[in-house]
C-alpha cells in the first residue's frame, strides 16, 4: 500500500505557513484593538481571499472591539445568526450585511450618545483609588457619586467620594425611583447610583464614570446594556489581600467577610466587556480613560 502521509518538507512548509497566517490575524487584530484599523476595513478587506483579515473568526473580530468582551459576544452573534465558527470571508451576503449594519448602528450610537462607563471589581482591589485619581487627572471625565449608608471613612467628603445618607433617606430614593441601581454589599451597608446626575451629564454631552460594585453593575447592563462595563482586577491574589489588610479600615472579621466574596466577585471577570490589571494606579487610570475615548 503507498504510503500516503505528508513528505516531511511538506509538513514543514505547512507548518510554517500556519505560523506566518497566525502572526498575521495577531497584526489584524492588534491594528483592529488599537484604532489602526476600523472594523469595516477589516471586513472590507475579508472578501479577499488573499487577506489575513479573510480567514479571521468573526468572535476574534468582535472580542477586539471597545467594550464587547466574552459576555456580550454571544449575544451578538445570536442577534446577528451567525455561528461562533464563522470566519470572516466565509459571511453570507445576508449575514455580512447584518454585520455592516450592526457596525453602522453601533458607530452611530457612539456618536450620538454619551457612553457611560461602569468601573467595578471585588473588594480592595482600588476601584475608588483609581477613580479618584481619575477625577484630579482627567478633568474631562464626569464622575458619578454613589449613595452609601455607611460612616464616612478618614478623608471622605460627602458628596465629592460619596452621598453618605441614613437607612430611612436611601428607602425613600428606592421608593422615588430615584436609584439607578443599588444593592446591599457584604451584608452590611447600602450604595446606590443616583439617575439624575447622570442623566443630566449624558444630556451636557460628558463621558461618565460610574464606581460601583458587582451587584450594581450587573443591574446598570440590565437597566442600560450599551454602558460599558470594565473589570478592575488586581495583579495577584496575595497583593489583593495584602491591600485590605494593609488598609486597616475593617475588623478581622470583616476582612475574612470582604476576601470571602472577593474570591466570587474575581470569578464574574468574564462577564465584563473589558479587564483592566490595576498594578500601578496610573497605569490602571489611563487604561480606563482609553477605554472610555474609544468607540
Known sequence: MADRQMPEVDRVAANRAAVAA????????????????????????????????????????????????????????????ISDKKRLGGLGIHQRQRLENYLALRRLAAQQVPRLTVLAGPTAVGKGTVAAYIRENYPTISLSVSATTRAPRPGEINGTHYYFVSDAEFDRMITDGELLEWATVHNAYRYGTPRTPI?????????????????????????????????????????????????????????????????????????????????????????VVELMNTL
Open 199 to 287: 442623566e443630566d451629564s449624558s444630556r451636557r454631552g460628558e463621558s461618565v464614570l460610574l464606581e460601583i460594585d458587582l451587584q450594581g453593575a450587573r443591574q446598570v447592563r440590565e437597566a442600560m446594556p450599551e454602558a460599558r462595563l470594565v473589570f478592575l482586577s488586581p495583579p495577584t491574589w496575595e497583593e489583593l489581600v495584602r491591600r485590605l489588610v494593609g488598609r486597616g479600615t475593617e475588623s478581622t472579621d470583616e476582612q475574612q467577610r470582604r476576601l470571602a466574596t472577593a474570591q466570587v466577585e474575581l470569578a464574574a471577570q468574564d462577564e465584563f466587556d473589558e479587564v483592566v490589571v490595576n498594578d500601578t494606579v496610573e497605569r490602571a487610570a489611563e487604561r
Open 22 to 81: 497566525r502572526q498575521a490575524r495577531a497584526e489584524v487584530k492588534a491594528r483592529l484593538r488599537s484604532g489602526g484599523l476600523t472594523p469595516e476595513q477589516v471586513l472590507a478587506e475579508s472578501l479577499d481571499p488573499e487577506t489575513s483579515a479573510h480567514s479571521l473568526r468573526v468572535t476574534d473580530f468582535l472580542l477586539c472591539l471597545p467594550s464587547i468582551g466574552s459576555a456580550k459576544m454571544p449575544r451578538i452573534l445570536a442577534e446577528l445568526t
